[in-house]
T-cell receptor
């Protein structure tokens, strides 16, 4: 069991669908992250939220839209995705974005685009 | 720039063998260093960390020492178990961002 909870665990969607991935943590962490991980590859950073404000956007296409409604929740809204967007999407959190703070990861949402 | 280089896998070992997974890094400033483990179908779990030179991180029999002179953070375990089979990622944190190595897949056979 992880302290970062991601839902759903699996998602299959068509290219015209709109869906959202959700991430929740109750550890009081103020930094939250979205990563994309393809098979047999390391995670690639997509977005960083620090104190509920977007602080890093790694040139992610606009079909991915992050949202941080409060300090415990992080969403990733998906629209008009492409087959190459199929991947494991990982959420992580840390106390802050400071150098000593390890990131705690959820188990991810495995996304398949038809 | 900042980057992490890990030894190529996959690595296959017999139970109770000694494990070393090499990791070297390039970084500006004073990075923190981490090892994460990913079991099949799961997210990444923090295995150990070190935040300054000569620090040794340890957990579950795994160890790694932050060597600034050789810019290395090699992962070691004296006696691996079948349950250690997973992918291991070396990572550094600097400038508000994590940088991951490409991962090393370990399979331990009975």
């Amino acid at each position: 069991d992880t302290e970062v909870t991601q839902t759903p665990k699996h998602l299959v969607m068509g290219m015209t669908n709109k869906k959202s991935l959700k991430c929740e943590q109750h550890m009081g962490h103020r930094a939250m992250y979205w990563y994309k991980q393809k098979a047999k590859k390391p995670p690639e950073l997509m977005f960083v939220y620090s104190y509920e404000k977007l602080s890093i956007n790694e040139s992610v296409p606009s079909r991915f839209s992050p949202e941080c409604p409060n300090s415990s929740l992080l969403n990733l809204h998906l629209h008009a995705l492409q087959p190459e967007d199929s991947a494991l999407y990982l959420c992580a959190s840390s106390h802050s974005s400071g150098r000593e703070q390890p990131q705690h990861f959820g188990d991810g949402t495995r996304l398949s685009i038809l | 720039g900042n980057s992490v280089t890990q030894m190529e896998g996959p690595v296959t070992l017999s139970e109770e063998a000694f494990l070393t997974i090499n990791c070297t890094y390039t970084a500006t400033g004073y990075p923190s260093l981490f090892w994460y483990v990913q079991y099949p179908g799961e997210g990444l779990q923090l295995l150990l960390k070190a935040t300054k030179a000569d620090d040794k991180g340890s957990n579950k029999g795994f160890e790694a020492t932050y060597r600034k002179e050789t810019t290395s953070f090699h992962l070691e375990k004296g006696s691996v178990q079948v349950s250690d089979s997973a992918v291991y990622f070396c990572a550094l944190f600097t400038g508000n961002q994590f940088y991951f190595g490409t991962g090393t897949s370990l399979t331990v056979i009975p």
